[in-house]
T-cell receptor, first 116, second 113 residues
Framework: AQSVTQPDIHITVSEGASLELRCNYS??????LFWYVQSPGQGLQLLLK??????LVQGIKGFEAEFKRSQSSFNLRKPSVHWSDAAEYFC??????????????FGTGTLLAVQP | GAGVSQSPRYKVAKRGQDVALRCDPI?????LFWYQQALGQGPEFLTY????????KSGLPSDRFFAERPEGSVSTLKIQRTQQEDSAVYLC???????????FGPGTRLTVT
């Protein structure tokens, strides 16, 4: 079955510290992978995406993620966290299969808190 | 428009009432998706349109949920006889014909009392 696992429900980091949010997926075909961020009461904003090619992808706001096929992972990283990064982060997987739909399957999210 | 818009942004319904949620996709986007996001959860797929055709409705939780996109642009998600478990944020997303990227609207928060 297709699924996305974000094992960390809640993470707290200090401002300026590095960050890694974990994402593991199960998908039958070559996946398209996404990270979205959601602030309270807001919609989903795309941080970055992987479709093919270079497995290290750069996104907005200084985020990057690395696709590791052997580990079925797509972890999100940032070298130095800012207080404004506090939000909920969702990993998602999707893909074109059967020509019918590219619906996304989301993880349950990781809530990031940033300490001053 | 500049992005996906949804209305209303907030809706309170009494149990048993019918509600209609509207989504205006990005102009020219042929694909449109509806997702349901319960509190503390990730979004879950409800249904998918390509133009006016509803190609996948496997995520609709019951026959009380109905979606349409009659002219291939604006879509409406209708929930009949709302129940408390329908309380959630309903997200709409649209994408181009290649369908690799979905742009999300701000969502409609539905509260059923």
């Amino acid at each position: 079955a297709q699924s996305v696992t974000q094992p960390d429900i809640h993470i707290t980091v200090s401002e300026g510290a590095s960050l890694e949010l974990r994402c593991n997926y199960s998908y039958g075909a070559t996946p398209y992978l996404f990270w979205y961020v959601q602030s309270p009461g807001q919609g989903l904003q795309l941080l970055l995406k992987y479709f093919s090619g270079d497995t290290l992808v750069q996104g907005i706001k200084g985020f990057e993620a690395e696709f590791k096929r052997s580990q079925s992972s797509f972890n999100l990283r940032k070298p130095s966290v800012h207080w404004s990064d506090a939000a909920e982060y969702f990993c998602a997987v999707g893909g074109s299969y059967g020509g019918a739909t590219n619906k996304l399957i989301f993880g349950t999210g990781t809530l990031l808190a940033v300490q001053p | 428009g500049a992005g996906v818009s949804q209305s209303p942004r907030y809706k309170v319904a009494k149990r048993g009432q019918d509600v209609a949620l509207r989504c205006d996709p990005i102009s020219g986007h042929v694909s449109l998706f509806w997702y349901q996001q319960a509190l503390g959860q990730g979004p879950e797929f409800l249904t998918y349109f390509q133009n006016e055709a509803q190609l996948d409705k496997s995520g609709l939780p019951s026959d009380r949920f109905f979606a349409e996109r009659p002219e291939g642009s604006v879509s409406t998600l209708k929930i009949q006889r709302t129940q408390q478990e329908d309380s959630a944020v309903y997200l709409c997303a649209s994408s181009t014909s290649t369908g690799k990227l979905e742009y999300f609207g701000p969502g409609t928060r539905l509260t059923v009392t």
